[in-house]
């Protein structure tokens, strides 16, 4: 089988030496997949990590935990594989004392595994129902969305969620066919609302990232996974984020970018005021991109953007409460420090 063919029924990591070399996995380390998947990257990490590596595996996807738990069998005693949201990425830490760590992976979107199934409706190439959630336990598809919205709401979030210029045209026409169903009835609406070829990509690709985003509140979890990551970080510990369009890599690059930087005061503010301290430090100041080489094999590489960055903070620094850095971010980890302290002393007190 080509490599080629191979993407289809697997998942081919992408980035994946440049990815290890962020993180600088070591014997021994802890990491965090937040984005299990095939366990690509995961199966990498633990064979660099070994002896006396340990990995905690995340994924929304109970399927994708199934096959990662087949392929990491190896490592079964030096992995813990957890069917959640990474939206919780704290709070899973906390429960099973797996902080601080060495290195944290984000390798955003969905797996070629779920692109291709033939139940998800995450593809426009396949008859299946317009599911799109990661999880089953979410209770919004695709196709509520589709069939429910109003014209201006689904043009709106076409128009934001999937940067098409044609979001006003597709919103109606979709209204025009309601109730659609399928990927392929959702996909054949838009091909004869903006014509079948446009450029490379599938005329309906950005409308089903659109409806994708939407339905697992994309954005939103990454930000706040961020955050938590940050705080999960010891000293020198990688944050790695592989992201796949604009508005994820926008995430990833504003907030790495606020993060490693002293002042964030508006320009032109006299004394600082905001009492802002980095947190981390940029590893690539420009954006590492696949190498032709890869794209050739793995076309659904292409997109991809990697962003990496180094906790700075000292350990002591780091388990201080200070008001400012409460006021400062709110999320930072001090500030969560007391919000623990407090929720366990109103637990003791009851
Ligand atoms: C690109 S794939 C990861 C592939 C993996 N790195 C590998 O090498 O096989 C992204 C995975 O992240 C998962 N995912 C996306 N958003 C998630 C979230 N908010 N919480 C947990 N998992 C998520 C998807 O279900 C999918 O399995």
Redesign the pocket.
């Known amino acids: 089988m080509s490599l080629k063919s191979m993407s289809a029924a697997t998942?081919i990591?992408?980035l994946l030496n440049e990815t290890i070399e962020a993180l600088v996995v070591q014997p021994g380390g802890r990491y965090i997949?937040?984005?299990?998947?095939?366990?690509?990257?995961?199966a990498a990490i633990l064979e660099r990590s070994s002896p006396g590596g340990q990995l905690l595996g995340?994924?929304?996807?109970p399927e994708?935990i199934k096959i990662?738990e087949t392929r990491l069998e190896a490592y079964k005693d030096s992995t813990l594989l957890i069917n959640?949201?990474?939206?919780n990425l704290q709070a899973i830490c906390l429960k099973y004392d797996f902080l601080p760590v060495h290195g944290i992976?984000f390798?955003?979107?969905?797996?070629s595994?779920?692109l291709n199934s033939n139940s998800r409706g995450f593809s426009f190439q396949h008859d299946t129902p317009l599911d799109m959630r990661?999880s089953p336990s979410q209770e919004v598809t695709a196709a509520d969305i589709i069939n429910t919205f109003s014209e201006n709401e689904l043009a709106q979030l076409i128009k934001v969620y999937g940067e098409e210029g044609y979001s006003r045209q597709i919103a109606h026409h979709i209204l025009r066919e309601r109730p659609i169903k399928t990927a392929l009835h959702l996909a054949r609406v838009i091909e004869q609302t903006i014509g079948s070829r446009r450029g490379k990509i599938h005329p309906a690709t950005r409308t089903f990232q659109a409806l994708r985003i939407a339905v697992?509140r994309?954005l939103e979890?990454?930000e706040a996974?961020l955050k938590q990551a940050i705080n999960l970080l010891g000293c020198e510990g990688r944050l790695v984020v592989i992201s796949y369009h604009s508005l994820e890599d926008r995430i990833v690059k504003q907030l790495m970018k606020q993060e490693s930087r002293g002042c964030i005061c508006l320009p032109n503010t006299p004394v600082c005021v905001c009492g802002h301290t980095a947190c981390l430090r940029l590893v690539n100041k420009k954006v590492i991109t696949p190498a032709s080489t890869e794209v050739q094999l793995n076309p659904r590489s292409r997109s991809a953007k990697l962003r990496a960055a180094e906790r700075i903070t000292t350990q002591e620094e780091y388990y201080q409460t200070t008001e400012l850095d409460i006021k400062a971010g709110g999320w930072r980890r001090p500030a969560l420090l007391r919000k623990l302290q407090v929720t366990f002393s109103s637990l003791q007190s009851n």
């Open positions: 998942h990591p992408v997949d937040c984005t299990l998947g095939g366990g690509g990257h995961a995340i994924d929304a996807d994708a990662a959640e949201n990474f939206a992976l390798d955003l979107g969905l797996s595994l779920q990661f697992n994309e979890h990454l996974a």
